[in-house]
């Protein structure tokens, strides 16, 4: 494909001025919402046919996210794009000052594969809401989802407004090579070193929602049974391959066991001690990730599944006991179903060793101590979190979504995401009728006291 071709076609639609225009994006996103509607069963074929992943978690965990998005964009928008009045001071006396949000222009949205539609299409119609033209390059690791997203758009939008670009690693590099004004790329830290290096050859800003080991704090006061229960369905969900997954649980020492049982109980519960797979536990995307998680399991701290079958890619919920900081299971993000159990007597040595690594996407604490909950919020650094509870902050849109540090920069979701793919453009607006003389030449001492006063 002729990706500079494509690249002006879209940046001469957006010259246009067309995509500016608030009734046409609410119908672009309508006609969206309806397509994806129509469509839904082939949605939910491709990826059960890509990853076991049933309806009942797309819905949950991608399809319901993106049609709440659009409703909310549709409802705002309009409010959104509005100039917003702030106030000028007396030096600028008698003019006005106002913030207009205008679209950025040509984005690129790169996807990562573990919510193959959400991460690829929250962004890319967040992109359209905000008034932008898109390529989206969805991950090809899941084929299926992507072949079925670019079907469904390709063949309903126009190429210079919204298009889908199938491809690997080599096709971003031949995209990156082009001057977008907006890169939005949800990925691994390796690869968003790469994009942002790529990115800053024309000054393109970026967004990089990227991944890092989640930590879970467990402390003796919370209410164990309901703890585990919350963390159980984070960590399995999606079998583990998420990217605000609970990494792996810091337990105070006197519950370790109390917790380890209770976690037993309710992954007996949820996955019917199954050592296959079945409607409710997704497989492991491919056979690298899935050799690189079989070797993470020490047998000797498994406490609790460890079953593992390469051909269907199956990896029962793990559970390892007597981990440190130096295993092996600890140097990288899991990103599968393996969850690390490390106990600690002393939080401030817990807290260190946390903050010893790289700032994680996100930070999950339970218990009912607000001044350790408070001591823990304030010490760590994280993308976003929640206290008792886990993964569900990011389903609240009032919440901006990103990490910090290594974990990412920038974020999306609501009106973080409209401001994220838009362009604040500030405006002092003056009249003719008035111009005070204090601030020409010739400056004398009486203009001075005078620009002391006004301006203290
Ligand atoms: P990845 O970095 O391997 O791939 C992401 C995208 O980058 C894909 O579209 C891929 O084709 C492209 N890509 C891969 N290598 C490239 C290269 N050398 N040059 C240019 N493009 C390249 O990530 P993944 O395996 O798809 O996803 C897993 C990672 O993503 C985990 O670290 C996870 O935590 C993170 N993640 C973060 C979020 C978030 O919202 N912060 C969400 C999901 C996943």
Redesign the pocket.
């Known amino acids: 494909m002729n990706f500079q071709a494509l690249h002006a076609k879209q940046q001469a639609f957006f010259h246009t001025n067309e995509t500016k225009n608030i009734s046409f994006r609410i119908e672009q996103l309508k006609k969206f919402k309806q397509l994806f509607d129509a469509h839904e069963s082939e949605l939910y074929s491709a990826i059960y046919e890509d990853f076991g992943k049933s309806e009942f978690e797309t819905y949950i965990s991608e399809l319901s996210l993106l049609y709440h998005e659009i409703n909310l964009f549709i409802k705002n928008i309009k409010r959104w794009s509005k100039r917003k009045r702030v106030s000028t001071g007396l030096a600028n006396f008698p003019a006005k000052s106002y913030i207009i949000p205008e679209p950025l222009g040509v984005t690129l949205v790169?996807?990562?594969?573990?919510?193959p539609y959400q991460?690829s299409l929250l962004p890319a119609i967040t992109a359209l809401a905000a008034g932008n033209t898109v390529i989206l390059?969805?991950?090809?690791?899941p084929s299926r989802t992507a072949a079925v997203m670019a079907k469904i758009i390709n063949s309903n939008f126009p190429e210079n407004y919204f298009h889908v670009v199938e491809?690997?690693?080599?096709?971003?590099?031949e995209l990156?090579k082009h001057r977008f004004d907006k890169i939005f790329?949800?990925?691994?830290?390796?690869?968003?070193k790469?994009?942002y290096r790529?990115a800053a050859k024309h000054l393109t800003p970026v967004t990089?929602?990227?991944?890092?080991k989640s930590p879970t704090f467990v402390l003796a006061d919370c209410d164990i049974k309901m703890t585990a229960k919350r963390i159980v369905w984070a960590k399995f969900f999606n079998a583990g391959?998420?990217?605000?997954a609970p990494d792996y649980i810091l337990v105070e020492k006197t519950i370790e066991q109390k917790l380890i049982e209770a976690l037993i109980i309710e992954i007996k519960e949820a996955y019917k001690d199954s050592d296959d797979i079945d409607e409710n536990y997704v497989r492991i995307?491919n056979t690298r990730?899935f050799d690189r998680l079989a070797q993470l399991i020490d047998t000797d701290k498994v406490c609790f599944g460890g079953k593992v079958d390469r051909e269907k890619r199956f990896i029962s919920p793990t559970i390892l006991q007597n981990i440190s900081f130096d295993d092996e299971v600890m140097k990288d993000?899991i990103?599968g179903p393996i969850l690390p159990i490390l106990v600690y007597t002393n939080i401030d040595e817990a807290i260190a060793k946390v903050k010893a690594l790289p700032k994680p996407?996100s930070c999950y604490i339970y218990s009912k101590d607000r001044k350790a909950i408070d001591k823990i919020l304030k010490e760590v650094s994280f993308?976003g979190g929640a206290i008792n509870d886990s993964v569900m902050h990011?389903s609240n849109s009032n919440l901006p979504?990103?990490?910090v540090g290594f974990?990412?920069m920038g974020s999306y979701h609501g009106k973080s995401g409209f401001d994220t793919f838009s362009h604040h453009k500030s405006i002092l607006d003056k009249p003719f009728w008035f111009e005070s003389s204090v601030k020409y030449a010739p400056y004398t001492k009486k203009k001075m006291a005078l620009i002391k006063w006004l301006l203290r």
Do not use: R
Not at 185 to 192: M, Q
Not at 208 to 212: A, F, M, Q, R, S
């Open positions: 790169i996807g990562a594969w573990n919510y991460l390059k969805p991950s090809e690791l491809g690997d690693a080599e096709t971003t590099t990156l790329f949800t990925g691994s830290t390796p690869v968003g790469i994009i790529a990089l929602e990227l991944g890092g391959q998420t990217c605000v995307i990730n993000e990103f996407l993308g990011l979504f990103g990490g974990s990412g």
